[in-house]
């Protein structure tokens, strides 16, 4: 029971550390794959996004920390009551999560009127199709804290030095443990498949022995 107890928490744990290198290869790929088209001026190709809201513009439909994923439409083209996240150029070019509340076209040229949730106006500036970074789709409450305190120092520390530097004491104390002889280096026994069958041969030649023995030993009696 103990050592199926021990296989299911070995399976367990070796699908979490897969899972997250699989994610972590993936949010590599997204930072490599944005930083580049970035730097070729094309951000605009990058259908999906993640953003971290920071204030509670929205509230309550979306808070100050939590983690929204938006999507580009191929046409930029939205409807009332979608939340978008634009650049807003009056306000220095920072990204902005607002709701449609109004939709503008012109020669098939969209445009915007948003407002945030939680204000009391709409917004004093009218968005450009081609300002706006996508619509909202899906919402991670709180991860953004999370985000925050791993960017950290601190965070750091916590999630990569401490746990690096847990796993290399913890080796060393099993080492030492074995040099002073309070614990047993661990001895596997490794059986090759070649030799089974001389194993086999010398039982039944032992076997044959022992029973010659005692045949004649009974007639020596």
Known sequence: MKQWFHRILKIISSAIFVILILLMVVIIF????????????????????????????????????????????DNNKYS???????????????????????????????????????????DNEIIKSENVLGKVVAKIPKVGYIQQFLVSKFGWIVAVILPALGVIIYDALKVILILIGVKEKPVRKYTLKGDEDRIEEARKRLSEVVKNEKEEWCRSR
């Open 30 to 73: 997204y930072i490599v794959r944005v930083n580049f088209l970035a730097g070729h001026d094309k951000l605009g190709e990058v259908r999906i996004n993640i953003y971290t809201i920071l204030t509670q513009s929205m509230y309550p439909t979306i808070k100050a920390g939590d983690v929204i994923i938006t999507y580009k439409e």
């Open 80 to 122: 009332q009551g979608d939340v978008i996240t634009f650049i807003s150029e009056k306000n220095g070019g920072i990204a902005i999560t607002h709701r449609v509340k109004e939709v503008y076209e012109v020669n098939d040229s969209f445009s915007y009127k948003t407002k945030g949730d939680n204000n009391n106006t709409a």
